[in-house]
T-cell receptor, first 109, second 115 residues
Framework: SQQGEEDPQALSIQEGENATMNCSYK?????LQWYRQNSGRGLVHLIL?????REKHSGRLRVTLDTSKKSSSLLITASRAADTASYFC?????????FGKGTRLHILP | DAGVIQSPRHEVTEMGQEVTLRCKPI?????LFWYRQTMMRGLELLIY????????DSGMPEDRFSAKMPNASFSTLKIQPSEPRDSAVYFC?????????????FGSGTRLTVV
């Protein structure tokens, strides 16, 4: 069963623009993780934010976490064609992670 | 480090046949996870192991599915007999529970087609 749910399901933006994806979840978590999946490939870990953190940065990625609202957002700044992929949030409640269905991001040239 | 290695990359089999998927986790990682990905259901956790011991197999869809981890460097997921609805991409992932705030490392997956 899915714990996280991403919004929107699909997003198309122009290269250079910022992309924002949201994730909502249902139960308490230890941390929340974001992954990227290119078509036909495995998942690649992008960033992890702990339950006691509110914001985290990694390069062009910015993740926020609001545990009171049980929600997270992933911001990709200055998008590039190579950012075209599906993005998944994954909630880590104990010793396993459960994925949402993902957001398909398409960067237009 | 070669990462998580899965084999085969692609498998096409006839309904009723036995299918065995293989996974070699990253050396030193003590947790191993099997996921299944379909368009309809997304990524589903099937089973996971800690220190080679199955911890939670509640995601295994039916008795036709079984998984083993005979040692720290090898795991199998077996489907017997296979059915067309088992067609999916199966991913293996591993992590080091001693580094709880690090992400999981996924293999490239096995694309299974049952005809």
């Amino acid at each position: 069963s899915q714990q996280g749910e991403e919004d929107p399901q699909a997003l198309s933006i122009q290269e250079g623009e910022n992309a924002t994806m949201n994730c909502s979840y249902k139960t308490s978590i230890n941390n929340l993780q974001w992954y990227r999946q290119n078509s036909g490939r495995g998942l690649v870990h992008l960033i992890l934010i702990r339950s006691n953190e509110r914001e985290k940065h990694s390069g062009r990625l910015r993740v926020t976490l609001d545990t009171s609202k049980k929600s997270s957002s992933l911001l990709i700044t200055a998008s590039r064609a190579a950012d075209t992929a599906s993005y998944f949030c994954a909630t880590d409640a104990r010793d396993k992670i459960i994925f949402g269905k993902g957001t398909r991001l398409h960067i237009l040239p | 480090d070669a990462g998580v290695i899965q084999s085969p990359r692609h498998e096409v089999t006839e309904m009723g046949q036995e299918v065995t998927l293989r996974c070699k986790p990253i050396s030193g990682h003590n947790s191993l996870f099997w996921y299944r990905q379909t368009m309809m259901r997304g990524l589903e956790l099937l089973i996971y192991f800690n220190n080679n011991v199955p911890i939670d197999d509640s995601g295994m869809p039916e008795d036709r599915f079984s998984a083993k981890m005979p040692n720290a460097s090898f795991s199998t997921l077996k489907i017997q007999p296979s059915e067309p609805r088992d067609s999916a991409v199966y991913f293996c992932a591993s992590r080091d529970t001693g580094r709880a705030n690090y992400g999981y490392t996924f293999g490239s997956g096995t694309r299974l087609t049952v005809v």
